[in-house]
């Protein structure tokens, strides 16, 4: 009687469980994210990659609360129905082979399905290719600036057709074409920096050495201003060197490339397009700081 009745709770709750799983996939293609403020995850990625990494976590959490909502459902239950009634000592179940198995495998389904989506979403991110039309864009980190070379193709033998260079006046500005594939290969000429532009939701440390950190994102959809920021603690001024991405129309870009061949400065090739020169997301810090103008809160 007792098997049977536990062997029918089991059944029950794996069914609860396929269920949950299936509600699970059912909402990983809905926007229940935004509703919820993206559960904690930043929003508005402008790339396919960053909207990827948001439906993972998306779909994560939902998990997550289905098998805290079943968990925390099975523990008030039980609470309630199997209060104590009387002095005389329940059945001591033992040995419950069917609970034991699930308990051992649903813990080992939770952690494949994670890793599988997680596997599935990170290969993407990583994923380079060979499509002839990409930017490349060499991205030197050093203390305490960025310098930006356009290349003519991957790799280190290839040529700076273009270049960047922020100073302490000028932050630098990353002209980027939308709808294009951008290929990233990161050099450091001192210590381990990391290019991070929040918008990407995403950031990979920049070496020093002969060491190439290489990523590319499909696209850039949106045109438009994001800051870029260095994430790796690399000396005083770390916190101030920052730099902006300007994501422009692929016609855009072109005019701004040929200016910038023509030997325009950035500044100059971005007036022409009809950009803002400067950056307009982020500004230069003083630093040239004494210990009357330093306010560690900024402003005046
Ligand atoms: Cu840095």
Redesign the pocket.
């Known amino acids: 009687m007792i098997a049977r009745g536990a062997r029918g709770r089991v059944a029950r709750l794996a069914g609860l469980g396929a269920g949950a799983l299936a509600l699970v996939t059912l909402l990983g293609g809905c926007d229940v994210g935004s509703a919820f403020g993206g559960f904690g995850w930043p929003e508005g990625g402008v790339t396919p990659q960053a909207n990827r990494m948001y439906d993972l976590w998306i779909g994560s959490v939902i998990a997550a609360l289905a098998v805290g909502a079943l968990v925390w459902g099975l523990i008030f239950w039980c609470v309630v129905r199997y209060r104590k009634r009387g002095e005389q000592l329940p059945v001591q179940t033992r040995y419950n082979m069917p609970m034991e198995f699930l308990y051992t495998i649903a813990p080992i389904l939770v952690v494949c399905v994670l890793f599988y989506y997680t596997a599935v979403v990170q290969t993407n991110v990583d994923e380079t290719n060979n499509d002839p039309n990409k930017v490349t864009v060499e991205v030197v ?1 050093f ?2 600036n960025w310098q930006f070379n356009y290349r003519d193709g991957a790799g280190e033998d290839a040529n700076t057709v273009a270049s960047t260079l922020g100073s302490s006046d000028v932050i630098p500005v990353l002209v980027l074409p939308t709808g294009r594939r951008i290929r990233f290969e990161e050099t450091s000429k001192d ?1 381990i ?2 290019f991070w532009v929040p918008e990407l939701l995403f950031k990979r440390d920049v070496f020093p050495g002969n060491i190439r950190n290489v990523f590319e994102v499909e696209s850039i959809d949106q045109e438009g201003a994001y800051v870029g920021r ?1 994430a ?1 603690l ?2 005083t001024y ?1 916190s101030m ?1 920052n730099f902006e991405l300007r994501a422009v129309s692929p016609e855009k870009y072109e005019r701004f490339m040929q200016a910038k061949r023509d030997g325009a400065t950035t500044q100059d090739a971005l007036r022409a397009i009809g950009e803002e020169p400067l950056a307009t997301t982020t500004e230069p810090f003083d630093t040239k700081r004494t210990v009357s103008n330093f306010n560690p809160s900024g402003g005046e």
């Open positions: 980190g203390k305490w210590v920096h990391s260095c790796e690399c000396g770390h060197m």
